[in-house]
């Protein structure tokens, strides 16, 4: 989806703003699928396609922002409020996947951090059965030849 044009109609500004809320939603959605077990390029695709979403988004509602307050009454206001309140409609939901999104993440966090400090309290457990000169190298390996 590309940018708001400068000079667009309210509706289609509103149609537009609305396709990209979408897109946002299906995407957050997309990332509570798989947040668990995401390898780390499909994370940071997912993060780049969020972040190209957040950009122009701000740029669309910026544009929609911008228009005169009496716009909807003079552009087919039926229309454009119809398309202004699925717009509002389709925000609550991305807000709501977004906490999920973030909730999950944290868990997920929380997990791997746990299992960084157990891997590093093993790794002092082994380091106490290291060859005696060889406890400062990290290996549980005795090289002597």
Same mark, same amino acid.
């Given at each position: 989806?590309?940018?708001?044009?400068?000079? @667009? *109609?309210?509706?289609?500004?509103?149609?537009?703003?609305?396709?990209?809320?979408?897109?946002?939603? +299906?995407?957050?959605?997309?990332?509570?699928?798989? %947040?668990?077990?995401?390898?780390?390029?499909?994370? #940071?695709?997912? +993060? +780049? *396609?969020?972040?190209?979403?957040? #950009? $122009? =988004?701000? #740029?669309?509602?910026? @544009?929609?922002? !911008?228009?005169?307050?009496? !716009?909807?009454?003079?552009?087919?206001?039926?229309?454009?409020?119809?398309?202004? @309140?699925?717009?509002?409609? =389709?925000?609550?939901?991305?807000?709501?996947? *977004?906490?999920? $999104? %973030?909730? #999950?993440?944290?868990? $997920?966090?929380? &997990?791997?951090?746990?299992? &960084?400090?157990?891997?590093?309290?093993?790794?002092? $457990? &082994?380091?106490?059965?290291?060859?005696?000169?060889?406890?400062?190298?990290?290996? =549980? =390996? *005795?090289?002597?030849?």
């Amino acid at each position: 989806m590309s940018a708001a044009r400068p000079h @667009a *109609n309210p509706a289609e500004l509103a149609a537009q703003s609305l396709a990209l809320y979408r897109e946002l939603r +299906d995407e957050l959605r997309r990332m509570l699928s798989g %947040i668990g077990a995401a390898e780390t390029s499909w994370l #940071q695709a997912v +993060d +780049d *396609n969020m972040s190209r979403l957040r #950009q $122009v =988004i701000q #740029q669309a509602d910026a @544009a929609l922002m !911008a228009l005169p307050p009496r !716009a909807e009454a003079e552009t087919g206001g039926a229309r454009l409020s119809g398309l202004l @309140a699925e717009r509002r409609q =389709i925000m609550a939901e991305a807000l709501s996947l *977004n906490k999920e $999104v %973030i909730s #999950q993440a944290e868990s $997920v966090k929380s &997990l791997m951090a746990h299992d &960084l400090a157990a891997m590093r309290a093993g790794r002092q $457990v &082994l380091r106490g059965y290291a060859p005696p000169g060889q406890a400062d190298s990290g290996s =549980i =390996i *005795n090289r002597q030849s």
